[in-house]
């Protein structure tokens, strides 16, 4: 099993900037992805960026060139740097971690809580 703090979200200005954490502690052998979703209200819940261990970095059209995701390998922590941030970027946002428990097992998907982040007008 695999348990998954997230912090970092709050109430910010137009054009302010937040850093959102989540770290993964727990029983797995290999973390295969780390990312971020976001769910608005009354909307579906969407990918904002991933990365998968040595592979390529992605991320949503609508956050590219303002958000930053990162991952701190040996803490097992991703972090979402957002900048920039607009009214529409208000969403619960959802640390994804998919983990294989040993590395003959299948990954499996693991989600944070969420944490709010609320852009101001």
């Known amino acids: 099993q695999v348990q998954l703090v997230e912090s970092g979200g709050g109430l910010v200005q137009t054009g302010g900037s937040l850093r959102l954490s989540c770290a993964a502690s727990?029983?797995?052998?290999?973390?295969?992805?780390m990312g971020w979703y976001r769910q608005a209200p009354g909307k579906q819940r969407e990918l904002v960026a991933s990365?998968?261990?040595?592979?390529?970095?992605n991320y949503a059209d609508s956050v590219k060139g303002r958000f930053t995701i990162s991952r701190d390998n040996a803490k097992n922590t991703v972090y979402l740097q957002m900048n920039s941030l607009k009214p529409e970027d208000t969403a619960v946002y959802y640390c994804?971690?998919?983990?294989?428990?040993?590395?003959?097992?299948?990954?499996?998907?693991?989600w944070g809580q969420g944490t709010q982040v609320t852009v101001s007008s």
């Open positions: 994804h971690v998919s983990a294989r428990r040993y590395y003959f097992t299948a990954p499996v998907d693991y």
């Open positions: 727990g029983s797995f052998s290999t973390i295969n992805l």
């Open positions: 990365m998968p261990t040595g592979g390529t970095t």
